[in-house]
């Protein structure tokens, strides 16, 4: 590349546009071309990193271990953090040939605190900094899909039977099977190829025999392509041969698969349709259970591609509340149906639970609904269970639909109710907390709403109560000194220098939020919904609002990430992190959002008058 062509790359690459002519002269008479093999580490975990470097062509991935954490392609840069802390948390390793710019470490350095642009750039408000890179989570996405690999998709078994069958038990296999396409092979070991359509196009428009032998609407010459074969190839394979599906195969040249169009949406969908399709099909707990356990690869796929973590929470409940509703069909006696409310509390009550924790839910029956205790209980019992099965832990505080407590009559909740607003102790708090959280998962919404506007009734607009349900939060700190130094527990032995970033952050958040809702009448149940429901209500101004969003969404985040963390090492996810594990960028940002809960609390404070509760 000429100079020319040098500086007009590098004032493409966002935020280096600011650069001055001399900062920029000075760059291109310093940066060099560098060329990587596949599979060449450019960047090691531990390392005093020497250069930034900027994609020209190929791509490059952050790795800790084997686990991917980041992809970067054409135009992208990295590691500008790895640099600024001189220190390297992850190895950066070619996906395939690449080839980069490298500026040296102490050039971009020396013009990171010359350039005001450049320092606010990676030195910004928690706000600027959580919002600014939807474009490279775009791109980031796109370059995931461009290094899967055909078996990373959702590849359907290959079936195969003699060429002797009829249309009738063919179609028998492909029913048993659960397969939408089926494999023939005859004497010669030469292969044909059945898929659903051909059923409905060849046999019933033709009016076709069933007993007629399935070869007559076979086709032959099928397509392959293999197991480790880039996904996008198969795309072009398929674009090519215009066709809907290719066979799979493996380094041994054995049949593994069939892989079609609708496989490829899927995948390029981050898995969540196939998921929620086979939900919605789904005829068995079985099938039920298979499909919950795929939750928390696509939790895995969606935050290593870098989608925002409300948009995975929200795609996550809604497939747990398809899950829940489909397995409540299955389930419930018909007394049930129709006549009861099944209900998700908590987190999962606001869209907010990622990760399987544990279970907060209740059954609320209609006053005319006729079922017996034995079959109540029976069924209760068996749901609760099946959750356990599929990976959702009992709830520690036994707040599920097996507990007679939390399974009961419409007219029954409105007494719970009342005697927890006029019985305002620590318990009856927690229960009003948790049931103004509660959102329907399955049965009758208009019963639980009935309830809301119960609540809202019972607790009318009385200061004492709305007070008292607020001050839960003067119980909690939040670890961040007066000097903006982190607070630690020195009590507490087992977290050492790690700090409960639920207790001192993302409870006093929610609390807050939710105080002001109830006090408001607000029917959302989402935290993020709710705070902008207050913005129009006058609550919070544009900026705080933004402000509380944004400390959440962040300390949501840290919390998810370290508890994959604890995952792929076997260890129990809890609510710590310790933040000697952060980069300088991330240490500032947390302690942004703790100053935003502060501000958040000392708002509390001083609206509901707590110090004086």
């Not at 066709?243 to 490829?264: A, F």
């Not at 087992?494 to 807050?512: A, R, T």
């Not at 709710?530 to 933004?546: C, H, Y």
């Amino acid at each position: 590349m000429s100079i020319l062509e040098q500086k007009a790359f590098l004032s493409s690459i966002h935020p280096f546009e600011h650069l001055t002519k001399a900062q920029l002269d000075d760059f291109s008479e310093h940066i060099d071309i560098v060329y990587f093999k596949k599979n060449e580490i450019i960047q090691k975990q531990g390392s005093e990193p020497k250069f930034l470097y900027f994609v020209l062509k190929g791509i490059v991935q952050e790795k800790q271990e084997d686990e991917v954490l980041s992809i970067f392609s054409k135009n992208e840069l990295f590691d500008a953090i790895s640099l600024i802390e001189n220190y390297s948390k992850h190895t950066f390793v070619t996906a395939q040939e690449t080839i980069c710019y490298s500026l040296p470490r102490e050039i971009f350095i020396k013009t990171l605190h010359e350039n005001q642009n450049l320092e606010s750039y990676f030195f910004q408000s928690i706000s600027q900094k959580l919002n600014n890179h939807v474009d490279q989570e775009k791109n980031k996405e796109i370059a995931n899909i461009m290094i899967a690999k055909v078996k990373d998709a959702n590849v359907h078994r290959a079936v195969i039977t003699d060429t002797s069958k009829t249309i009738f038990e063919a179609a028998t296999i492909i029913k048993e099977e659960k397969v939408p396409t089926l494999l023939l092979k005859d004497e010669n070991e030469e292969l044909y190829i059945v898929t659903d359509s051909d059923f409905r196009q060849k046999v019933i428009l033709n009016r076709m025999d069933f007993d007629d032998k399935i070869i007559k609407i076979a086709s032959k010459g099928l397509v392959y392509v293999y197991e480790d074969d880039f996904l996008f190839n198969a795309q072009l394979i398929m674009a090519k041969h215009g066709l809907k599906r290719v066979v799979v195969k493996n380094s041994k040249e054995e049949i593994v698969g069939i892989i079609d169009q609708i496989s490829l949406s899927s995948f390029f969908a981050t898995n969540t349709f196939s998921v929620s399709n086979t939900i919605i099909k789904a005829e068995t707990i079985e099938d039920l259970k298979e499909a919950s356990l795929s939750f928390m690869k696509i939790v895995k796929s969606l935050n290593a591609k870098g989608v925002k973590i409300e948009f995975i929470s929200k795609l996550i409940n809604q497939l747990n509340r398809k899950l829940l509703t489909k397995l409540f069909s299955f389930l419930a006696p018909e007394e049930l149906k129709g006549k009861s409310c099944l209900v998700v509390m908590g987190s999962e009550g606001r869209a907010e639970q990622i990760l399987k924790t544990d279970q907060d839910n209740a059954l609320i029956l209609s006053d005319d609904c006729q079922i017996s205790d034995e079959e109540l209980k029976k069924f209760t019992h068996k749901f609760t269970e099946t959750l356990v099965d599929f990976g959702f832990p009992r709830c520690e505080g036994n707040i599920m639909v097996s507990n007679p407590y939390w399974t009961r009559t419409k007219k029954d909740f409105k007494d719970l109710i009342y005697s927890w607003v006029n019985e305002p102790n620590p318990e009856n708090m927690m229960n009003t907390a948790i049931f103004y959280d509660s959102l329907c998962a399955a049965g009758e919404k208009q019963i639980i709403l009935d309830l809301k506007e119960y609540l809202f009734k019972v607790v009318g607009n009385t200061q004492t109560f709305n007070s008292q349900f607020a001050k839960v939060i003067m119980n909690f700190d939040v670890p961040l000194g007066f000097f903006d130094g982190f607070v630690f527990d020195s009590a507490d032995k087992e977290h050492k220098n790690e700090l409960d970033i639920k207790k001192g952050g993302i409870f006093i958040l929610v609390q807050s939020v939710r105080a002001l809702s109830l006090e408001k009448k607000l029917f959302n149940t989402n935290t993020i919904k709710r705070v902008k429901s207050l913005k129009e209500l006058g609550v919070f101004d544009d900026e705080f609002a933004q402000e509380v969003i944004m400390a959440f969404n962040f300390l949501s985040n840290l919390k998810l990430k370290s508890n994959l963390e604890k995952i792929d090492k076997k260890e129990n996810i809890d609510n710590y992190i310790n933040p000697d594990d952060l980069n300088t960028m991330q240490k500032d940002l947390l302690k942004d959002s703790f100053k935003i809960v502060n501000k958040l609390k000392k708002k509390l404070e001083y609206h509901f008058r707590l110090n004086y509760v």
